[in-house]
């Protein structure tokens, strides 16, 4: 079989892109130019907030969002062990304790039950992350942070555009979130993120933050508080201008394909798909993830459909076992949904023009592969 590999993701980058890059490149204002407020802009035209922050990576989005709910030293955060690894280190970096609780089953989002049973004195907030593009339970995290006095801080890197239970948009429930745009999210800048504020205040901090702690009206080597370099370059809001004019398209083609591949992949045995929506929520395609039978060899089938040019990637580890967690006491069998979820999960490649033909032949490597 000599098919082309199949890529694992595949960012959507057109002439618009390429014409507002240049338009940047000639304008010789390469950083804190007028595209990086353009960007900020639509973005939050487009989410329908007062105003959003640029940031360059979700990460560093994370980090600011950590310090403006003043999370530090002697605080504990309840957060997912099944997240991306930045979701546990941005509270790291601010001397933040993580303190892990175990997922809903279905949703594989961070179990409210689980989380208010894992408060304690010195709580200060809770982390919840839109996993797989579907929004956390946030009717109760809220219902928990305000009987509680909490802080909130929403990780929706892998959810632009997902509706949750009451029918509204992922970072828009008015406290803190996040957004990343790494290459294989729903709509890229190559590298960056965007953290959405309160209120006027929290945005003109958040400005001067990720900008070495100057204020808007300072000269460059003024500063007035503890800052960082977190500054989006306008090459990369260029791209994002161009993306966000096309995201509905995006993810509408997102959604489309993840229904190409379920009406394929539902055919094959032993597999568990993403759940359906349920009343209002709509999932953001951002991967597809399915679950392998218990007992499969993941790393194996891996291997077989590697060698039939189809890139699948073990995902998610949880991340309570890395060694920054572990440091603090966390070990296997703590977080038994999770785990048990993280070893048996597999990302397929995943993309907006994917066809029928593409899923067919995921479909038949994996069934192959499950019984080879
Ligand atoms: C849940 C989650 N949080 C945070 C991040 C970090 O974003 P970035 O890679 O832009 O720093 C990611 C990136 O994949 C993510 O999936």
Redesign the pocket.
């Given at each position: 079989m000599n098919e082309e590999p199949l890529p694992l993701a595949k960012p959507v980058i057109g002439e618009e892109e390429e014409r507002l890059v240049l338009e940047v490149l000639r304008s010789g204002h390469l950083s804190l130019g007028p595209m990086g407020r353009r960007f900020e802009e639509d973005f939050a035209a487009w989410l329908g907030v007062d105003d959003a922050v640029s940031t360059n990576?979700?990460?560093?989005?994370?980090h600011l969002g950590v310090r403006a709910n003043g999370w530090g030293p002697g605080d504990e955060v309840v957060l997912t062990p099944f997240?991306?690894?930045?979701?546990g280190n941005?509270l790291l970096y601010e001397g933040v304790k993580p303190v892990f609780a175990d997922i809903d089953p279905v949703s594989l989002n961070l179990d409210p039950a689980a989380a208010e049973a894992a408060i304690g004195d010195n709580t200060a907030g809770i982390l919840p992350?839109?996993?797989f593009g579907s929004s956390a339970a946030w009717p109760e995290f809220e219902r928990i942070a305000a009987d509680r006095g909490l802080g909130l801080l929403e990780?929706?890197?892998?959810a632009l555009g997902a509706i949750d239970e009451e029918g509204r948009k992922a970072g828009t429930r008015g406290h803190l979130s996040?957004f990343?745009?790494?290459a294989?999210?729903q709509m890229t800048t190559g590298?960056?993120?965007m953290i959405i504020p309160r209120n006027p205040a929290e945005a003109e901090t958040l400005r001067s933050e990720r900008n070495q702690g100057r204020a808007v009206d300072m000269n460059w080597l003024d500063h007035d508080r503890l800052g960082f370099n977190y500054r989006l370059s306008d090459i990369a809001a260029a791209v994002g201008v161009a993306q966000v004019a096309k995201l509905d398209r995006i993810l509408a083609d997102r959604a489309r394909a993840a229904s190409i591949y379920a009406e394929h992949l539902g055919e094959v045995e032993g597999i568990e798909l993403p759940p359906a929506d349920q009343g209002k929520a709509r999932r953001s395609w951002?991967v597809y993830p399915v679950r392998l039978p218990e007992g499969a060899d993941r790393d194996g089938i891996i291997r077989t459909l590697g060698e039939a040019g189809i890139p699948a990637k073990a995902y998610?580890p949880a991340i309570h076992l890395f060694p920054q967690f572990r440091e603090l006491g966390y070990r296997e069998g703590q977080f038994p949904i999770a785990e048990g979820v993280a070893a048996r999960s597999m990302a397929l490649p995943f993309y907006g023009d994917l066809s029928d033909a593409d899923a067919e032949r995921v479909a038949s490597a994996l069934r192959s592969a499950l019984t080879a």
């Open positions: 990576s979700g990460t560093t989005a994370l997240t991306f690894v930045a979701s941005c992350v839109d996993i990780d929706s890197a892998q996040i990343a745009f790494y294989n999210k590298e960056g993120g951002f998610l």
